[in-house]
């Protein structure tokens, strides 16, 4: 049973101020990344985990072409907002499903057994504690030949306790701002992880980059692309700036076969 924060109307009005909420997945700074690694998805079947509002949902059938795309996530105002922002046109190409990916099948959704072509997700399997079901499942689920890309916060950031990730300064340093270390503590330590984040309480789940990776090859999955992707905004200092660090694992993986 997962803590479904994002059903917390706290939460949800504050998550719905931040810029990504605003612009929708085109306006996340690492979509050009992930357009790219997504590929020809035109007349796919793709499966969106953890949809949210369902931004990636629309863009893949209006801009990507794509044949019918399921969006699942467990939160209803975020499916509300999702079924608000869904126009006549799309709705018969968008499915909308409520679903705890702790516990989730995706081999029945609304009575099709078709599998999927493509499995995309943005910040979600953080939250999730049951990873390599969840893994499992997406890996049954998918056509031979299918590719999984998805995105979690960088483990950096899941890692250290009792204290919110940010970036600090150097203790010995006399003012500049240039000397400033990200504190990283509890690293191999996974598991539940409490933050303050819009509201005080969230749960989210730390694991290293190894575990990400080895359940997925233990799953069956063949790895084909990582990135430790970060902003180049100037306020992060540039590409070779102090604060060049990661802040989105990115994982493409897909299942052996030939494509259907
Ligand atoms: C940071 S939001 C990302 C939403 C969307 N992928 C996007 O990029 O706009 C995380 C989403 O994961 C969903 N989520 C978290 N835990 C979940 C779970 N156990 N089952 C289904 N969805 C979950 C939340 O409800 C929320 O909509």
């Given at each position: 049973?997962?803590?479904?924060?994002?059903?917390?109307?706290?939460?949800?009005?504050?998550?719905?101020?931040?810029?990504?909420?605003?612009?929708?997945?085109?306006?996340?700074?690492?979509?050009?990344?992930?357009?790219?690694?997504?590929?020809?998805?035109?007349?796919?079947?793709?499966?969106?985990?953890?949809?949210?509002?369902?931004?990636?949902?629309?863009?893949?059938?209006?801009?990507?072409?794509?044949?019918?795309?399921?969006?699942?996530?467990?939160?209803?105002?975020?499916?509300?907002?999702?079924?608000?922002?869904?126009?006549?046109?799309?709705?018969?190409?968008?499915?909308?499903?409520?679903?705890?990916?702790?516990?989730?099948?995706?081999?029945?959704?609304?009575?099709?057994?078709?599998?999927?072509?493509?499995?995309?997700?943005?910040?979600?399997?953080?939250?999730?504690?049951?990873?390599?079901?969840?893994?499992?499942?997406?890996?049954?689920?998918?056509?031979?030949?299918?590719?999984?890309?998805?995105?979690?916060?960088?483990?950096?950031?899941?890692?250290?306790?009792?204290?919110?990730?940010?970036?600090?300064?150097?203790?010995?340093?006399?003012?500049?701002?240039?000397?400033?270390?990200?504190?990283?503590?509890?690293?191999?330590?996974?598991?539940?992880?409490?933050?303050?984040?819009?509201?005080?309480?969230?749960?989210?789940?730390?694991?290293?980059?190894?575990?990400?990776?080895?359940?997925?090859?233990?799953?069956g999955f063949r790895i084909e692309f990582m990135d430790e992707w970060f902003?180049?905004?100037?306020?992060?200092?540039?590409?070779?700036?102090?604060?060049?660090?990661?802040?989105?694992?990115?994982?493409?993986?897909?299942?052996?076969?030939?494509?259907?």
């Amino acid at each position: 049973m997962t803590q479904n924060i994002y059903d917390n109307k706290e939460f949800f009005d504050e998550y719905a101020k931040l810029e990504r909420s605003i612009k929708g997945i085109e306006g996340y700074r690492e979509w050009p990344l992930l357009r790219e690694q997504l590929g020809n998805v035109s007349g796919h079947r793709i499966l969106d985990l953890g949809t949210g509002c369902g931004y990636f949902c629309r863009v893949a059938v209006e801009k990507l072409h794509a044949k019918e795309v399921v969006g699942v996530d467990v939160s209803e105002l975020m499916l509300n907002r999702a079924r608000e922002l869904t126009n006549t046109e799309l709705q018969s190409k968008i499915h909308y499903q409520q679903m705890d990916l702790e516990n989730a099948q995706f081999n029945n959704i609304n009575g099709r057994s078709e599998k999927f072509d493509s499995v995309f997700s943005v910040f979600v399997c953080h939250y999730i504690k049951n990873l390599e079901t969840l893994f499992t499942r997406v890996f049954e689920c998918m056509n031979s030949g299918a590719v999984f890309l998805f995105t979690v916060e960088h483990p950096i950031y899941t890692s250290t306790r009792d204290l919110d990730p940010d970036w600090i300064p150097l203790p010995s340093s006399t003012g500049d701002s240039n000397k400033i270390i990200w504190p990283l503590s509890n690293y191999n330590d996974e598991g539940e992880r409490v933050s303050n984040w819009l509201v005080n309480g969230v749960i989210k789940q730390h694991r290293t980059i190894a575990t990400y990776v080895n359940t997925l090859i233990k799953v069956g999955f063949r790895i084909e692309f990582m990135d430790e992707w970060f902003s180049i905004k100037s306020d992060m200092g540039g590409d070779n700036g102090p604060k060049a660090g990661p802040k989105i694992l990115v994982i493409k993986v897909s299942k052996p076969g030939n494509h259907a």
